[in-house]
C-alpha cells in the first residue's frame, strides 16, 4: 500500500510538472515577444537578488596598482580608473537600476489612478489639475530629473521621488483620456440614473477600464525609468558615487573610453538588455490585452 502511494504521488507530480511544462510551451509559441522580454527581465532580476553569491567583490574596493586592467580571468570586466572591480559594479548596479524601475512604476501607476480618475470625471479638478502637469511636461523629462534630483539630494528614495514627479504626469493624460470617453458611455449614464454613489462608479465601473493600458503603461514608465536614473547618474546628479549604478560606472569611465573601454561597454549592455526586455514584455504584453489585435493573432 505504501508502495503504491508513492509511485501515485509521483505519478501525480511528474503529470504536473508535465503539463506545467505543456502550458508554458504554449505560452511562449502563442506570445514570443512577451516571453522573451520577461526572461531577459526575470535574468536580470535573478542577476540583482544573488550579487552577493555571483563570484563578485567589495564593488567599491581601491586597488590603485590593478587601475585599468582589461578584462582577465581574475577581473572579467576589468577595473576602472581606481582599480575598482567593473564586473562587481556591474553586477550590484543593476539592484539600484532594477529598484528605481520598479518603484517608480508602482508608484506612478498609483498616484495616475487616483489623480486621473479625478480629472477625467470631475471637470473642475481637471482645469486646475491639468494645468500643472501641462507645465511640468513642457519641460524636458531629463532636465526635471536632473533639476529635482539636485533639490532633493542624492540617493536612490530622492531619485525614484524625483522621477515619479516627471513620470505622473504622462500616465495621469493616459488614465484621463481612458475616463473622458468612458463617462459618456450609457452604463455610467444608467449607474447615475439609479444613484449610485460616485466613489462606487469611479471603483467599479471607470477603473476597472482603464487597467489594461495601465498595465502597459506601467512598463514602459519602468523602462524610462531605468534610462532616467543612468543619465540622472551619468551626469552625476544621481545617488552617491559610493553606490554602484551603471551610469556612474559609465561616467567615470567616459574620459577614458579610448584606453580602457570596457568600463563604459559593459555596464552599458547591461542597460539595454534591462530596457530592451522591459520594452519587449511591454509590447507584447499591449498586443496580447488589445482585442482587435488579439483577434488577428
Known sequence: ????????????????????????????????????????????????????????????????????????????????????????????????????????????????VVIGLLVGYYRWVDMAVMRIMDGLMSIPAILLAIALTAVFGGSVQNVILALCIVETPRAVRVVRAAVLSLKEQMFIDAARAVGVPTWRILARHLFPNTVAPLIVLATFIAASAVLLEAYVSFLGAGVSQDTPTWGSTMAQGRQYLSRAIWIIFFPGVFLTLTVLGINIAGDGLRDRLDPKLRRRM
Open 1 to 112: 500500500m505504501a508502495d503504491q502511494a508513492v509511485r501515485t504521488t509521483m505519478r501525480r507530480s511528474t503529470m504536473g510538472i508535465g503539463s506545467l511544462s505543456v502550458t508554458a510551451a504554449r505560452f511562449v509559441k502563442a506570445n514570443p515577444s512577451m516571453a522573451a522580454g520577461l526572461i531577459i527581465v526575470a535574468v536580470m532580476a535573478l542577476i540583482a537578488l544573488l550579487a552577493p553569491v555571483l563570484f563578485t567583490e567589495n564593488p567599491n574596493a581601491v586597488a590603485p596598482r590593478e587601475r585599468f586592467t582589461g578584462p582577465s580571468s581574475g577581473s572579467w570586466f576589468g577595473t576602472d580608473v581606481v582599480g575598482r572591480d567593473v564586473y562587481s559594479r556591474t553586477i550590484y548596479g543593476s539592484r539600484v537600476s532594477l529598484i528605481v524601475a520598479a518603484a517608480v512604476a508602482g508608484i506612478t501607476t498609483l498616484l495616475s
